[in-house]
Every structure is written in C-alpha cells, then in structure tokens.
C-alpha cells in the first residue's frame, strides 16, 4: 500500500464543479453526421489514458483499444457492420424494437464508419495470455470494460470531439478484420471525430432524477 492524499476541496468549490460538469456532460449527443476534418492523433492517446484509469476487477484492466485511421480497414468495417445491420433490420429485430428505433432515424446504413477520422473498438478480455501461454484469470469483465468505456466517452465529450457507440451484433467480424486473438472480444464501436457543420440529432429528453435516483428503501 501506498498513501493517498488528495486535495481535500470546500463545499462551496465542490458544488461549482459537480455543476460546471453537469452542464458540460449535458451537452453531449450521441452523432450520426461527422465532419472528416482530421483530429490530432495525440488527443485520442490522452483519452484513453483517460479510460484506462478505470477501476476494475482485482485490477486486471481487462480492456484493448484498438484505434482505427486506415480508410482501407474503415472501409472493411463499415461493411462488415453493415451486413449485420442490414439482417438486423429485416430479419432480427423484434417490431417494438424497429418502433422504439424509428424516433432516432436509424437504419442499416453506416456512412459514419468511413467518414469519421477514427474508429475506436473496445474489446473486453475474457482472461490473460501469460508468456507461457497458460491463461490467468480475469473478474468482473463486462463491468469493468463498461466503465472503461463511459469514461473514454466522457474524455472524448471533454476535449470537443463527437462520438457514437455502434453495436453491430454480432461483432466477431472485427476480430478477423483486426486480427485480435481469442481471448478479446469486441464489446463496442465508437467513430469519433469532429461533429459535421449541419449535424442533426434526434430531439429526446433526459429523465428526471426523480426518475432514476431512489434514497434508500422504498416502502
């Protein structure tokens, strides 16, 4: 164990930045329509450092993030995402699932994963290839890669960049197409870029913190 002192903050300093913070995390919309104007690779580098400070099972860090730039893979990928969108959409979506969709405007076509600068693919490791090649144990995958990855999306917002999380199911085509091994599987796409000058996005609410916070136990 080490020591760990963190600046001890007023009250009065706490309030203004878990305000100042909100508004900022307010502001962020998940973006169709991206601008293809380049983005400093180094600002994609510190986010993940970012990420990568998330907490998670008996430490293991079970996250891989692969970033994508080259137009020849981006191009591969939009392809592969689209042939699991376009069955989703005729074949595997339940009618309520294409009703609650249709507010957002979506459909199996997927420009944005050529458009936007970079594709980044989280992949959640299932467990550890040690030197040897014998397998060492990984706790509380899903939940540690899910935090992971809110946390990339909220240092990606930070910095002014666009993003969207994409889930084309299912998503084995991105290990062929990054050739990543075994143990990794993919658990979310994310273009990210500067959003496009006439982006649009749907017009949604938030609910309300009475709606999603409870104080102790409801009677």
Not at 25 to 32: C, L
Not at 174 to 185: A, K, Q, S, V, Y
């Amino acid at each position: 164990m080490i020591p760990y002192t963190p600046p001890r903050l007023s009250v009065e300093e706490m309030h203004r930045r878990a305000e100042r913070f909100f508004e900022e995390m307010n502001q962020r919309r998940t973006v169709r329509f991206f601008s293809d104007e380049p983005v400093p690779r180094d600002l994609i580098e510190q986010a993940i450092r970012t990420a990568s400070t998330a907490p998670s099972g008996a430490n293991k860090q079970p996250w891989k993030f692969v970033v994508v730039d080259d137009p020849a893979l981006k191009k591969e990928i939009r392809e592969g995402a689209e042939a699991e969108e376009r069955a989703f959409y005729s074949q595997r979506a339940t009618p309520e699932w294409l009703a609650d969709l249709a507010p957002l405007g979506t459909d199996w076509q997927k420009p944005f994963l050529e458009i936007a600068p970079y594709l980044i693919v989280v992949f959640r490791e299932s467990y550890m290839v040690l030197p040897d090649g014998s397998h060492a144990r990984h706790y509380y995958t899903l939940e540690s890669v899910g935090i992971a990855t809110g946390m990339l999306l909220t240092a990606l917002h930070h910095i002014g960049l666009a993003t969207l999380t994409h889930t084309p199911s299912p998503m084995d085509f991105l290990n062929t197409i990054l050739n990543r091994p075994d143990n990794e599987r993919p658990f979310v796409l994310i273009p990210v870029g500067y959003s496009a000058p006439d982006a649009t996005v749907p017009d949604i609410q938030r609910k309300s913190l009475e709606e999603v916070m409870v104080w102790n136990r409801e009677e």
